[in-house]
């Protein structure tokens, strides 16, 4: 079955960095998209990013702070979090799409404080 585990959250300083891994199991994950989304406190989840074979998409609150990459021969993805803001608290998860059903993680939480 498909399992995702995230970690590398934390707290840290505004301003401060951290680098998310996920490592998937259950999938050939070089076919497949995968994506960092994140839930903060009274809001719904949204997409921070995806990468693909052919594509990546940011959201526009995290360009140009946010890097996601992959490392297909260790089936895990990263994302690499610089210039960190209190709006980024929350709980990180890792996503993909295999035949049409979502599979997440449960999660890693970042805090950040002001």
């Known amino acids: 079955q498909v399992q995702l585990v995230e970690s590398g959250g934390g707290l840290v300083q505004a301003g401060g960095s951290l680098r998310l891994s996920c490592a998937a199991s259950g999938i050939i994950f070089s076919s497949n998209a995968m994506g960092w989304y994140r839930q903060a406190p009274g809001k719904q989840r949204e997409l921070v990013a995806i990468?693909?074979?052919?594509?990546?998409n940011y959201a526009d609150s995290v360009k140009g702070r946010f890097t996601i990459s992959r490392e297909n021969a260790k089936n895990t993805v990263y994302l690499q979090m610089n210039s960190l803001k209190p709006e980024d608290t929350g709980v990180y998860y890792c996503?993909?799409?295999?035949?049409?059903?979502?599979?997440w993680g449960k999660g890693t939480l970042v805090t950040v404080s002001s």
């Open positions: 990468t693909g074979s052919s594509r990546t």
């Open positions: 996503n993909v799409n295999k035949y049409g059903m979502d599979y």
